[in-house]
């Protein structure tokens, strides 16, 4: 992939993710966006009540602190920190078991995971689950406004406690992703975790929808000569993505 591809996937995330409606999003009580909590995040939630935010940082093998955010009504929290209390005392939805939020999970890191290996192309993970996010946000406030079902349980994550216990396996798993080992060779277990430690999910929008329609709905357009101009960049470039994107849906 060129330099110019590269920069094209990036300029892409950095358009969708300043979008106005995705700061409306971060303020929709029934919204749950992942952020990474830096400057560009604290703008995001900037006005937000002080009072209704709950913020933990999440330390990594490698030394390095990610701070990872979940929004919902009165808790930000990265799943390693916080254990089933939280769910109890800031959540009105029950968890339950399911496949649903599994086959997403691993949607997500496939995706996530093509996107790393694409050559010259230096796109985060933090940056990949922002997106994936967005699309899932947009999705449900998108189906919502057609009247479709798109907000249910919370599916299945185990428990947060589980998830933290388990925690040093997801981080190993993290790594050998970003070494280039196939998804589908680590254990589904550890993949689960992988997300979830790193994404800070609990809160899971229930939709159904191709990625180029939550495109439209975040744009207005699916064509990406139309994103292109959005981001300043050639249309060639922005179908390097969409090209594996397409018919591949990061959400449930």
Request: proline content about 4%.
């Amino acid at each position: 992939m060129r330099q110019d591809s590269a920069e094209a996937v990036q300029a892409l995330f950095a358009h969708l993710l300043t979008q106005p409606l995705h700061r409306e999003v971060t303020q929709d009580a029934t919204a749950a966006v992942r952020l990474n909590c830096d400057a560009a995040a604290a703008q995001l939630i900037e006005g937000l009540n002080e009072n209704h935010l709950r913020i933990a940082s999440h330390q990594v093998r490698a030394g390095r602190k990610h701070r990872l955010l979940r929004i919902v009504p009165l808790s930000i929290a990265s799943l390693g920190d916080v254990g089933e209390p939280i769910i109890e005392e800031y959540l009105d939805v029950p968890l339950e078991a399911g496949d649903r939020a599994n086959r997403a999970t691993n949607d997500a890191l496939r995706f996530a995971a093509h996107l790393q290996r694409l050559p010259g192309v230096a796109v985060s993970y933090g940056d990949v689950c922002r997106f994936e996010a967005l699309l899932r946000d947009v999705a449900g406030r998108f189906l919502l406004s057609r009247g479709e079902k798109a907000v249910g349980q919370c599916p299945r994550l185990s428990t947060l406690a589980e998830v933290a216990r388990f925690g040093h396996k997801a981080a190993d798993g993290y790594d050998r992703i970003r070494q280039g080992e196939p998804i589908d060779e680590l254990p589904a277990r550890v993949t689960r975790y992988v997300f979830a430690c790193r994404s800070g999910r609990v809160v899971v929008h229930e939709v159904s929808a191709p990625i180029a329609l939550v495109l439209e709905a975040c744009t207005g357009s699916r064509k990406p000569a139309d994103l292109a101009d959005l981001c300043g960049v050639r249309a060639a470039s922005v179908e390097s993505i969409l090209a594996w994107a397409d018919g591949h849906s990061l959400l449930t």
